[in-house]
Protein backbone atom coordinates (compact mmCIF):
# COMPACT_ATOMS: atom_id res chain seq x y z
CA UNK A 1 0.00 0.00 0.00
CA UNK A 2 1.57 3.66 -1.21
CA UNK A 3 -0.39 7.01 0.65
CA UNK A 4 0.07 9.92 -1.07
CA UNK A 5 -0.19 13.52 -0.01
CA UNK A 6 0.03 16.29 -2.73
CA UNK A 7 0.79 20.18 -1.67
CA UNK A 8 1.95 23.23 -3.05
CA UNK A 9 -1.41 24.18 -4.76
CA UNK A 10 -2.56 28.17 -4.90
CA UNK A 11 -3.97 31.00 -6.59
CA UNK A 12 -1.63 32.39 -8.75
CA UNK A 13 -1.64 35.13 -11.69
CA UNK A 14 -1.33 33.75 -15.51
CA UNK A 15 2.70 33.79 -16.29
CA UNK A 16 3.72 32.76 -12.58
CA UNK A 17 5.44 29.62 -11.38
CA UNK A 18 4.43 27.25 -8.60
CA UNK A 19 6.36 23.71 -7.09
CA UNK A 20 4.38 20.90 -6.56
CA UNK A 21 4.85 18.40 -3.75
CA UNK A 22 3.74 14.48 -3.54
CA UNK A 23 4.83 12.73 -0.66
CA UNK A 24 4.90 8.99 -0.33
CA UNK A 25 4.71 6.80 2.38
CA UNK A 26 4.46 2.81 2.64
CA UNK A 27 7.00 0.12 1.64
CA UNK A 28 8.89 0.11 -1.84
CA UNK A 29 6.71 3.30 -2.40
CA UNK A 30 10.14 4.75 -4.22
CA UNK A 31 9.86 1.63 -6.92
CA UNK A 32 7.02 2.71 -8.75
CA UNK A 33 6.95 5.29 -11.49
CA UNK A 34 5.10 8.58 -10.55
CA UNK A 35 2.79 10.39 -12.13
CA UNK A 36 0.37 13.86 -12.45
CA UNK A 37 -2.68 14.16 -13.42
CA UNK A 38 -5.52 17.07 -13.22
CA UNK A 39 -9.37 17.75 -13.28
CA UNK A 40 -10.71 21.03 -14.08
CA UNK A 41 -14.76 21.24 -13.32
CA UNK A 42 -16.79 19.36 -15.53
CA UNK A 43 -14.03 17.80 -17.52
CA UNK A 44 -11.98 14.41 -17.30
CA UNK A 45 -8.81 13.60 -15.12
CA UNK A 46 -6.51 13.95 -17.79
CA UNK A 47 -2.46 13.18 -18.04
CA UNK A 48 0.12 16.21 -17.15
CA UNK A 49 3.60 14.27 -16.43
CA UNK A 50 5.48 10.66 -15.36
CA UNK A 51 8.43 9.90 -14.26
CA UNK A 52 9.99 6.23 -13.71
CA UNK A 53 11.46 5.23 -10.82
CA UNK A 54 14.86 5.65 -11.91
CA UNK A 55 14.41 9.21 -13.29
CA UNK A 56 15.81 7.95 -16.34
CA UNK A 57 12.66 9.02 -18.29
CA UNK A 58 10.02 11.37 -18.28
CA UNK A 59 7.10 11.84 -20.17
CA UNK A 60 4.72 15.18 -20.98
CA UNK A 61 1.16 15.98 -21.80
CA UNK A 62 2.04 18.32 -25.48
CA UNK A 63 -0.32 20.90 -22.89
CA UNK A 64 2.48 20.84 -20.74
CA UNK A 65 5.78 20.41 -22.58
CA UNK A 66 8.06 23.28 -22.34
CA UNK A 67 6.18 24.79 -18.94
CA UNK A 68 5.89 21.88 -16.29
CA UNK A 69 8.92 19.32 -15.26
CA UNK A 70 8.76 16.58 -13.46
CA UNK A 71 11.32 15.18 -10.65
CA UNK A 72 11.60 13.18 -7.88
CA UNK A 73 13.64 12.68 -4.78
CA UNK A 74 13.64 9.39 -4.03
CA UNK A 75 15.92 9.99 -0.65
CA UNK A 76 12.89 12.19 0.65
CA UNK A 77 10.20 10.05 -1.47
CA UNK A 78 9.04 13.08 -3.02
CA UNK A 79 7.86 13.83 -6.07
CA UNK A 80 7.60 17.44 -7.78
CA UNK A 81 6.10 18.88 -10.30
CA UNK A 82 7.83 22.64 -11.25
CA UNK A 83 5.00 24.37 -13.69
CA UNK A 84 6.12 27.64 -15.42
CA UNK A 85 4.57 30.28 -17.65
CA UNK A 86 1.19 28.73 -15.93
CA UNK A 87 -1.88 29.58 -18.35
CA UNK A 88 -5.83 29.69 -17.01
CA UNK A 89 -6.28 26.72 -18.72
CA UNK A 90 -3.85 25.08 -16.16
CA UNK A 91 -6.62 25.25 -13.16
CA UNK A 92 -7.42 21.89 -12.45
CA UNK A 93 -6.65 19.83 -9.45
CA UNK A 94 -3.57 18.14 -9.76
CA UNK A 95 -3.52 14.71 -8.33
CA UNK A 96 -0.12 12.44 -8.10
CA UNK A 97 -0.33 8.79 -8.46
CA UNK A 98 2.01 5.82 -8.38
CA UNK A 99 1.79 3.28 -11.26
CA UNK A 100 1.45 -0.16 -11.87
CA UNK A 101 0.25 -0.56 -14.98
CA UNK A 102 2.12 -0.16 -18.40
CA UNK A 103 1.33 2.80 -19.72
CA UNK A 104 2.38 6.00 -17.95
CA UNK A 105 -0.63 8.44 -19.46
CA UNK A 106 -3.85 6.16 -18.55
CA UNK A 107 -5.01 6.57 -15.40
CA UNK A 108 -6.15 3.00 -15.11
CA UNK A 109 -2.97 1.86 -14.76
CA UNK A 110 -2.20 3.81 -11.76
CA UNK A 111 -3.45 2.01 -8.76
CA UNK A 112 -2.39 4.81 -5.69
CA UNK A 113 -3.76 8.49 -5.64
CA UNK A 114 -3.62 11.33 -3.41
CA UNK A 115 -6.41 13.34 -2.83
CA UNK A 116 -5.48 16.59 -4.48
CA UNK A 117 -3.91 20.15 -4.44
CA UNK A 118 -6.03 22.95 -6.38
CA UNK A 119 -4.23 25.17 -8.70
CA UNK A 120 -6.01 28.59 -9.82
CA UNK A 121 -4.53 30.56 -12.61
CA UNK A 122 -5.92 34.03 -12.63
CA UNK A 123 -5.73 35.87 -15.92
Known amino acids: QVQLVESGGELVQAGGSLRLSCAASGRTSSSYAMGWFRQAPGKEREFVAA????????YYADSVKGRFTISRDNTKNTVYLQMSSLKPEDTAVYYC????????????????WGRGTQVTVSS
Open 97 to 112: AARVGSSYYVTGDYAY
Open 51 to 58: IRWSASST
